[in-house]
């Protein structure tokens, strides 16, 4: 039914998110900035040069070395303590890895994104692993997704997505593939989705992926 299917990483496959938007209310507040919820939800699925200029916009006069700084050593600690994953993920994803090609296609870098997937038990269910530093244009653009397309050999519009946020339903829907959208910290429009499911095992059922 499928060539290959397509996961997101974090608030998809890692309930990180909510990790990381404490983490930034905790930056942010650290600096004197405690009203910056609304800009935090909207850097959610945004990668890191595009949210720093985002940042720049909304505090001109941040220092943002300092701000990565606190926000990092707020993360990383709550990450080194627990890779915290989305319900049923690891049993899923090594059950589809068995009979589909997989990839994992994110925004993060390649460090941290494969420091993940190694402790959460996930990298070895991935055939190939996409990251912001593999194409000129990050989700919401479809590069990402289209390159993961080419390295399993797969047509885009015979493949599945799976994401949580807006911007990565938009990137998949772009690249002219089914998207099942799994809101995290966010709601979901639906805008870019061909269906919005509850959790991961209800739209791999929706997607005739399980019983």
Request: aromatic share 6%.
């Amino acid at each position: 039914m499928y060539d290959a299917i397509f996961f997101d990483l974090d608030g998809t496959l890692i309930d990180s998110e909510r990790l990381a938007m404490q983490a930034g209310q905790h930056a942010f507040g650290t600096m004197g900035h405690h009203d910056a919820q609304d800009l935090l939800h909207r850097l959610i699925g945004i990668d890191l040069p595009t949210a720093s200029v985002m940042i720049r916009a909304a505090y001109p006069e941040i220092d943002l070395a300092e701000l990565n700084s606190h926000w990092s050593a707020s993360f990383d600690t709550a990450m080194q303590i627990n890779v915290p994953l989305k319900s049923g993920a690891h049993a899923l994803v090594h059950d589809l890895a068995s009979r589909h090609p997989l990839a994992l296609v994110t925004s993060s870098g390649r460090e941290h994104a494969l420091d993940k997937l190694e402790r959460s038990g996930l990298l070895t269910a991935f055939r190939a692993v996409i990251t912001r530093e593999d194409v000129s244009a990050t989700k919401p653009a479809p590069a990402p997704y289209l390159l993961a397309a080419s390295l399993l050999n797969a047509s885009p519009d015979r493949c599945l997505v799976f994401e949580d946020s807006e911007v990565g339903a938009e990137a998949g829907h772009r690249a002219g593939m089914r998207v099942v959208q799994v809101p995290d910290v966010i709601p979901a429009t639906g805008r870019f989705a061909h269906h919005v499911a509850p959790d991961l095992h209800a739209g791999a059922r929706w997607a005739g992926l399980i019983s």
